[in-house]
């Protein structure tokens, strides 16, 4: 059983940063990375990292997010510079063990002046 928690969100003003964390609970270390929902939008990958550190990002993200992860802490970050308006959802990370993936509980960030 991987259960998933994720933090680091909320208000922040446009040019801002935040850090989102994704720690993982059991045993394993699996790809990993965010989602993301806005309002009135579906889900879009944001950035994965497989277990061995390769990653990937949404064509949005234009070098202003990195996703890293500490094996020893079971935990992902999402490091966001530079946000926009537009990046205002409800982010959530999830892991890709063989079976199935698992999501965390969503963290909320909001771009707004």
């Known amino acids: 059983q991987v259960q998933l928690v994720g933090s680091g969100g909320g208000l922040v003003q446009p040019g801002g940063s935040l850090r989102l964390s994704c720690l993982q609970s059991g045993r394993g270390q699996y790809a990993m990375g965010w989602y993301r929902q806005g309002p009135g939008k579906q889900r879009e990958m944001v950035a994965t990292i497989a277990s061995g550190g390769i990653t990937s990002y949404g064509d949005f993200v234009k070098g202003r997010f990195t996703i890293s992860r500490d094996n020893a802490k079971n935990t992902v970050y999402l490091q966001m510079n530079s946000l926009k308006p537009e990046d205002t959802a409800v982010y959530y990370c999830?892991?890709?063990?063989?079976?199935?993936?698992?999501w965390g509980q969503g963290t909320q960030v909001t771009v707004s002046s």
């Open positions: 999830f892991a890709d063990p063989p079976v199935r993936r698992y």
